[in-house]
């Protein structure tokens, strides 16, 4: 059973930096191809940032491209998503994921099969 644990949410003003971390249960993301998603009061769940099948790529949805970077360390069971040039807009729930299956569509939130419990991340203007 994969279980995803994420931390590293909180408030910083317009312009700050975070880092969110999501922890496996063991070998997930070495298995599985990682993804983030967030949800801000009255949206959907959208798209942030995911890992190709084969880890060699990385996709970002445009509105975090430039300011996002999303990371993997295998050793650690670990995956990491550096948010900079925050903006109040980037106010939102993020929530890590996994796909199990490589033909699942990466941007979509119903390929994804675990998620996390997600943590609040806060900007301020």
């Known amino acids: 059973q994969v279980q995803l644990v994420e931390s590293g949410g909180g408030s910083v003003q317009a312009g700050g930096s975070l880092r969110l971390s999501c922890a496996g249960s063991g070998r997930t993301f070495s298995s599985y191809a990682p993804g983030w998603f967030r949800q801000a009061p009255g949206k959907e769940r959208e798209f942030v940032a995911a890992l190709t099948w084969s880890g060699a790529g990385t996709s970002y949805a445009d509105s975090v491209k430039g300011r996002f970077t999303f990371s993997r360390d295998n050793a650690k069971d670990t995956v990491y998503l550096q948010m900079n040039s925050l903006k109040p807009e980037d106010t939102a729930i993020y929530y890590c994921?996994?796909?199990?299956?490589?033909?699942?569509?990466?941007?979509?939130?119903?390929?994804?099969?675990?998620w996390g419990q997600g943590t609040q991340v806060t900007v301020s203007s």
């Open positions: 994921a996994v796909r199990t299956r490589p033909s699942g569509n990466r941007y979509s939130a119903g390929a994804y099969d675990y």
